[in-house]
């Protein structure tokens, strides 16, 4: 990383197996469009950090007009409220690099909020080791760079933190707890080079057992199968796909193993999921591993923010569509 501010485009010739994690639902295949690069911040010196925490300082736009569906149907916003404020976990999947979504994701939980619900916020942005950097964040012990800093957020994340700055200022001001979900990019990168059997010892600190990671959904490994290939296609690499899907499912596993936890912890606790839409089509990677891990009844719903065509039309892919503006 230098000392220096860069930008770097990351471009779909993948550079690294943790970086094409971080994009791999946007790369071409039949649930989305293919993403010719993605702009990501490898290091910020910290006067450069400062200035880009005041410009943002006021936060994005609000989003006035929104359109939301149910499959095909379209319902009024406030009755989706009403059913979503029911539910254990909401998965809202986004798009890392999308202002959009954020927007998005900063008004449903404001208004989940006004409606009275005890809130809590799961993180696919944070890694799980910086549990207590969330913590004292919202603690108001430390500041919002001390956070960034703590949290390693430039560099095991990097998207602009200006599209996630709003969601964690909510959450402060409202006493929200944040949830650290991620695995130890560490840990992702060993297993994408050398598989889960590489793994031993201290390295099952923050991620689930062997026996407690599933491999045998084959619709998933499919799919994931298609996108490695697109991603890959006339690109020399050395990645092995089975250590690249295994490595994908113990992103799952972990994120699903600590929604599990805090849910049996605080049932009453509505959990918001804020995560790469990868991770909930069709519920394959985190919610059905939530639900295996806790029960059949527990009530879940999945929410893909400012869908594709695409998507949409692909039956089960999500519960409900939320679109920011329906003229998009």
């Given amino acids: 990383m230098g000392n220096a501010q860069?930008?770097?485009?990351?471009?779909?010739?993948?550079?690294?197996?943790?970086?094409?994690?971080?994009?791999?639902?946007?790369?071409?295949?039949?649930?989305?469009?293919?993403?010719?690069?993605?702009?990501?911040?490898?290091?910020?010196?910290?006067?450069?950090?400062?200035?880009?925490?005041?410009l943002f300082l006021a936060g994005t736009c609000s989003v006035k007009a929104q359109q939301v569906w149910r499959g095909n149907e379209s319902v009024p916003v406030q009755r989706a409220y009403a059913d979503w404020e029911q539910k254990h976990i909401l998965y809202l999947g986004e798009t890392h690099d999308r202002v959009a979504d954020h927007q998005a994701?900063?008004?449903?939980?404001?208004?989940?909020?006004?409606r009275g619900r005890p809130l809590a916020i799961a993180l696919e942005m944070i890694q799980r080791p910086f549990q207590a950097a969330l913590d004292a964040y919202i603690a108001g012990e430390i500041t919002e760079m001390e956070l960034l800093e703590q949290t390693q957020y430039a560099q095991r994340w990097g998207f602009p933190w200006s599209l996630y700055a709003p969601i964690f200022r909510f959450a402060k001001e409202q006493q929200i707890p944040l949830i650290a979900l991620n695995t130890p990019s560490e840990i992702t990168r060993q297993?994408?080079?050398?598989?889960?059997?590489?793994?031993?010892?201290?390295?099952?600190?923050?991620?689930?057992?062997?026996t407690d990671i599933d491999l045998s959904n084959t619709a998933y490994r499919d799919r994931l199968k298609e996108i490695f290939t697109a991603a890959h296609q006339g690109v020399s690499h050395s990645l092995n796909f089975d250590f690249f899907y295994q490595a994908q499912v113990l992103w799952d596993e972990t994120m699903a193993k600590v929604i599990a936890k805090h849910h049996q912890q605080d049932p009453n606790r509505l959990i918001v999921v804020l995560t790469g839409r990868g991770h909930v089509y069709f519920g394959d990677g985190i919610p059905q591993r939530v639900q295996r891990r806790l029960s059949p009844h527990l009530r879940q719903a999945i929410i893909l923010l400012?869908?594709?065509?695409?998507?949409?039309?692909?039956p089960?892919?999500?519960?409900?569509?939320?679109?920011?503006?329906p003229s998009l």
């Avoid at 779909?12 to 994009?23: A, M, V």
């Avoid at 993403?35 to 006067?47: D, F, I, T």
């Avoid at 297993?191 to 062997?210: C, H, K, N, T, W």
């Avoid at 400012?306 to 692909?314: L, M």
């Fill in 105 to 114: 994701q900063v008004q449903i939980l404001q208004e989940l909020q006004r």
């Fill in 191 to 210: 297993v994408a080079r050398q598989g889960l059997r590489s793994l031993e010892g201290d390295d099952f600190r923050y991620i689930p057992p062997l």
């Fill in 316 to 325: 089960g892919i999500a519960d409900w569509f939320w679109q920011n503006d």
């Fill in 6 to 54: 860069k930008m770097i485009v990351v471009t779909t010739s993948l550079t690294t197996p943790f970086r094409s994690w971080q994009i791999f639902y946007r790369l071409a295949s039949p649930l989305g469009r293919c993403v010719g690069r993605l702009a990501v911040w490898r290091s910020w010196h910290p006067l450069a950090l400062s200035l880009a925490i005041a």
């Fill in 306 to 314: 400012n869908p594709t065509a695409t998507e949409k039309a692909k």
